[in-house]
């Protein structure tokens, strides 16, 4: 139980388009979802937190205007990265919790995203 | 105050060896310290938790001990394994929100 899928494991797209990548708890309710930036080789770091139905809070240096999170319901999030430049590209990973997963956070598989 | 410092940043271990790595926090509302394993191109996996009344935890070849009065939490593997090499996170939670550590690169030889 408790399994949080990514769609698309990885994409590429050219500077200046906008690129939306899916967040989903497939067992569970998830209430909150988080979405985290991972460079190569360094630790995640805290993008965003959403709950179901209400606005994102975003953590400080993160643009909310780039980077539109949406938790439109239980069991899916998504994050536009939108008019992207190379230096979004990165590895995202989400994580959700919620329900019998409570306050435990599971992890997505992430998805790379590289802009040319 | 928000920071979770892990070392050491690599480790080599031998096929049967015990790994350690270690993690020290300065704020006291942290509730919960999970322990993630990374792959690369994975997103992270819960390894093992331990909550801050709990002095040591075991599962399997995993044990987290954890000190409170010195801040200090750490991880050991027993008989490490090649499939054991990876990218290990701490991590501490406050407020629902996980603080993780830089990471640790393990590396067991055979």
């Known amino acids: 139980g408790a399994v949080v899928s990514q769609h698309p494991s990885w994409v590429i797209c050219k500077s200046g388009t906008s690129v939306k990548i899916e967040c989903r708890s497939l067992?569970?309710?998830?209430?909150?979802m988080f979405w985290y930036r991972q460079f190569p080789k360094q630790s995640l770091m805290l993008m965003a937190t959403?709950?179901?139905?209400?606005?994102?809070?975003?953590e400080q240096g993160v643009e909310k205007d780039k980077f539109l999170i949406n938790h439109a319901s239980l069991t899916l999030s998504t994050l536009t990265v939108t008019s992207a430049h190379p230096e979004d590209s990165s590895f995202y990973i989400c994580?959700?919790?919620?329900?019998?997963?409570?306050?435990?956070?599971?992890f997505g598989p992430g998805t790379r995203l590289t802009v040319t | 105050q928000q920071q979770v410092k892990q070392s050491p940043q690599s480790l080599i271990v031998q096929k049967g060896g015990i790994s350690i790595i270690n993690c020290a926090y300065e704020?006291?509302?942290?509730?919960?310290f999970p322990w993630y394993q990374q792959f690369p191109g994975k997103g992270p996996a819960l390894l093992i938790a331990?909550?801050?009344?709990?002095s040591e935890k075991k599962e399997g070849r995993f044990t987290i001990s954890f000190n409170k009065s010195a801040k200090q939490f750490s991880l050991h593997i027993m008989d490490s394994q090649p499939g054991d090499s990876a990218t290990y996170f701490c991590?501490?939670?406050?407020?629902?929100?996980?603080?993780f550590g830089k990471g640790t690169k393990l590396s067991v030889k055979p």
């Open positions: 994580s959700a919790s919620g329900g019998r997963a409570s306050r435990e956070q599971y």
């Open positions: 991590a501490a939670r406050s407020q629902g929100n996980l603080i």
């Open positions: 067992d569970f309710q998830a209430t909150t």
């Open positions: 959403s709950n179901e139905g209400s606005k994102a809070t975003y």
């Open positions: 331990i909550r801050p009344d709990v």
């Open positions: 704020n006291t509302a942290f509730d919960y």
